[in-house]
């Protein structure tokens, strides 16, 4: 049990305090694809979609997913450009590959049902502690603990937790809190309505404490000033990066073609299609020439704008050239292919290059 739980009186109070949050979330929660619908595969999927991407956002991401790969075989089985295709523009796209990769173990060594433990969930590859913790008491009723941001969130203020809330002790708590706090009567309903308090009435500039369901329970409360926890980690710096890309276009039976390849294996956006990019680390532009080396094309074409994208930790700024070449010209390398245009969009493309696209298509007013 959790040291806070003991030495605060909690553990008398403990069984109200589930019961004050469960009725909130059963009167006030939202009605949502992925709830109740008793499928391991989709709350997996749900639940792998909502990290770091906002509810509204997932909702049709979602569904289009469950319509294009409604269980764990058909996914197993689909190609991983036709998986990125589906992912395109939810970004974080390791999350599509791990969620691809874990598909086929499930097939290969579960006889395609997701293991039914802890343990188990958490052998497959990109399910850690909170994934597993999420599809096992929603989906199996397991009353195992969760710890996400907004579990962080509240916690942090209704225990009046101080220090970086990532440091290892700290960390060590939350967890130990979710354990001894899970009902486990409704483990999946408790972990959600945790869940949904954090993201709507305790959110992190303003909460609504006037509308808390457990705000008795508070000490962040209490205290008076409840948004000044979680103590906020210093974020690191941002480091600059440059790149020079070209879109290289043609005419084919009267229709345009553009090319593209896939980005390098390793990095970030590994294996989504891209124009031929050179990127560098820090302030300094890459040369015109090296991008025209990697196609064996010998002219940029004009300049079309420049846009800037924000990474986790990365600002990249690209400057974008466009150049139409003719049919016959051979480009050098096996790693283009000729898109259609109007195909680009359905592509395995990340955010960065259909904000490259957009900028060629619709060059900023002069
Ligand atoms: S009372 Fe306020 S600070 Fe405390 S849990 Fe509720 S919303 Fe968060």
Known sequence: MSEV??????????????QALLRWFWRERRDLPWRGVGDPYATWVSEIMLQQTQVVTVIDYFQRWMARFPDVASLAAAREEEVLEQWSGLGYYRRARFLHRAAKVIVDEHGGELPSTLEGLRELPGIGPYTAGAIASIAYGIAAPIVDGNVIRVFSRLFAISGDPRSSANQKTFWALAEALVDPRKPGDFNEALME????????????????????????FASGEPEALPEVARRSAVKPMRALT??????????????????????LLAGLLEFPTVEREGK????????????????LGEEVGEITHVFSHRRLQTRIYAAEIDASVHIAGDRWRWVPERELGQAAISALTRKIYERWTQPEPV
């Open 5 to 18: 739980l003991a030495t605060s009186g909690w553990e008398a109070r403990k069984g109200a305090f589930q």
């Open 197 to 220: 308090l954090g993201a709507r009435v305790c959110t992190p500039r303003s909460p609504a404490c006037l509308l808390c369901p457990v705000r008795e329970y508070c000490a962040g």
């Open 246 to 267: 070209v879109v290289v276009y043609r005419q084919r039976a009267g229709k345009r073609e553009v090319l593209v390849g896939p980005r390098e294996a390793g990095g």
């Open 284 to 299: 300094r532009w890459p040369r015109l020439d090296e991008v025209a080396q990697i196609v064996g094309i010998e002219e």
